[in-house]
């Protein structure tokens, strides 16, 4: 309730080494990752939710959680992480839980290709594959 009540690392940050979005377009949850890199580090990070309480305090969590990691390892963050920091979600909230984390993930992947290292993490490779398929299918 604590993260829910009185998130901590609102709104997005300004000249942002990254930012990413993540959204589940069945439940409505929108969640929007912003981080600046020091050192290969994630030395700041905020978020905006646009959803229920779960994905509020998970997003909170996150960012608590993410702080002063490695890209590698904030990358290889699990949502059992997450639901156990909370103190545990009802089994329907888990998601936004991984939506947060799919945020993250995408907001991390944006930064290691605008630094010309996809090559190096070939999961964030597949991602923007993947992406530009969907957006040629598109048009």
Partial sequence: MEHFQNPHNVGE????????EAGNPICGD???????????????????????GAAI????????????????????LKKD????????????????????????????CDYWRKEGKLDEHPECAKMFKEYAKGEQEEH
């Fill in 81 to 108: 992480e997450i639901v156990e920091a909370l103190g545990g979600l009802p089994p329907n909230k888990v998601h936004c839980s991984v939506l947060g984390l799919d945020a993250l993930r995408h907001a991390i």
């Fill in 30 to 52: 929108m969640m929007r990752f912003s981080i600046n890199v020091v050192d290969d580090k994630i030395d700041e990070i905020k978020f905006k939710t646009f959803g229920c």
């Fill in 13 to 20: 940050l300004e000249n942002a080494s990254a930012v990413a």
């Fill in 57 to 76: 305090a998970s997003s909170s969590i996150l960012t608590d959680i993410a702080k002063g990691k490695t890209l590698d390892e904030a990358f290889a």
